[in-house]
């Protein structure tokens, strides 16, 4: 038979509603059995309305035109061209031009995180969900922790498995999904991945892990030919479907 778990403010396509909300089916032994939380941080932890992603992007793209000589018009489609081949511009960049990944980190975080407004509702949510908490990142430690001190979410996680822990191997490359559970000693089947880029979460599923995909409007972010076999939840608000999960007793 199954089973659903209410989430009143969080819609899915397909699922039955009633006047006091909408109900999201879940396999509800595993959400409630899991004690591993992996979250992504761009355009997961805080909302991708807030623009901060761009500032990223210009600053890639002005890294590659003095790193390349090229002009800011060029190194924004080689950016792109990185991203699509190699799964991150730095990627691209490391192998195609022997880039110190570093000196790139730094250079495209320093950016104003001004525009990440603390989430209170978010840190309620945290604060109630039961379990471990891990950040999983392509980006650095210290933009994470940047973006996480500004949202005021910082105490409830116990580790930060960046792009440098990850060997500079990015997401979906399935190396860094392993170098995760071993090192953090996460069991799979007991384990909950979010993210906004769903490609990014066939690995995690692959490895037995329960998958949320934050629905996105970027193009990257969207399933590869519209695949959500690997795709276990689709939600739209983060902090108000981790608070019904918590108000619901996983």
């Given at each position: 038979?199954?089973?659903?778990?209410?989430?009143?403010?969080?819609?899915?396509?397909?699922?039955?509603?009633?006047?006091?909300?909408?109900?999201?089916?879940?396999?509800?032994?595993?959400?409630?059995?899991?004690?591993?939380?992996?979250?992504?941080?761009?355009?997961?932890?805080?909302?991708?309305?807030?623009?901060?992603?761009?500032?990223?992007?210009?600053?890639?793209?002005?890294?590659?035109?003095?790193?390349?000589?090229?002009?800011?018009?060029?190194?924004?489609?080689?950016?792109?061209?990185?991203?699509?081949?190699?799964?991150?511009?730095?990627?691209?960049?490391?192998?195609?031009?022997?880039?110190?990944?570093?000196?790139?980190?730094?250079?495209?975080?320093?950016?104003?995180?001004?525009?990440?407004?603390?989430?209170?509702?978010?840190?309620?949510?945290?604060?109630?969900?039961?379990?471990?908490?891990?950040?999983?990142?392509?980006?650095?430690?210290?933009?994470?922790?940047?973006?996480?001190?500004?949202?005021?979410?910082?105490?409830?996680?116990?580790?930060?498995?960046?792009?440098?822990?990850?060997?500079?191997?990015?997401k979906p490359d399935p190396r860094?999904?392993?170098?995760?559970?071993?090192?953090?000693?996460?069991?799979?089947?007991?384990?909950?991945?979010?993210?906004?880029?769903?490609?990014?979460?066939?690995?995690?599923?692959?490895?037995?892990?329960?998958?949320?995909?934050?629905?996105?409007?970027?193009?990257?972010?969207?399933?590869?030919?519209?695949?959500?076999?690997?795709?276990?939840?689709?939600?739209?608000?983060?902090?108000?479907?981790?608070?019904?999960?918590?108000?619901?007793?996983?």
């Amino acid at each position: 038979m199954a089973s659903y778990y209410r989430v009143m403010p969080v819609d899915v396509p397909n699922t039955p509603s009633t006047p006091n909300g909408f109900f999201l089916p879940v396999e509800v032994c595993r959400l409630a059995a899991a004690d591993v939380w992996i979250f992504d941080l761009d355009n997961t932890l805080y909302s991708a309305s807030s623009n901060l992603f761009p500032a990223i992007e210009r600053r890639m793209a002005g890294f590659i035109a003095g790193r390349l000589g090229v002009t800011l018009e060029e190194a924004r489609r080689r950016q792109k061209r990185f991203f699509h081949e190699h799964g991150t511009t730095l990627r691209g960049l490391m192998l195609e031009h022997d880039v110190d990944p570093l000196a790139f980190l730094e250079y495209v975080h320093a950016i104003d995180l001004s525009v990440i407004t603390p989430d209170p509702a978010l840190d309620r949510a945290l604060g109630r969900l039961p379990g471990r908490k891990l950040v999983f990142t392509n980006a650095s430690r210290r933009h994470a922790e940047g973006v996480m001190a500004r949202l005021g979410i910082a105490r409830h996680f116990e580790a930060i498995h960046d792009i440098v822990a990850a060997g500079f191997l990015p997401k979906p490359d399935p190396r860094p999904y392993a170098g995760l559970v071993s090192r953090y000693d996460v069991n799979p089947a007991r384990a909950c991945m979010v993210e906004d880029m769903a490609g990014n979460l066939a690995p995690a599923a692959a490895l037995g892990m329960t998958t949320v995909w934050l629905r996105t409007d970027s193009a990257w972010g969207q399933p590869a030919a519209g695949d959500t076999a690997h795709i276990h939840h689709i939600i739209d608000d983060l902090p108000a479907w981790l608070g019904a999960l918590a108000w619901s007793g996983s």
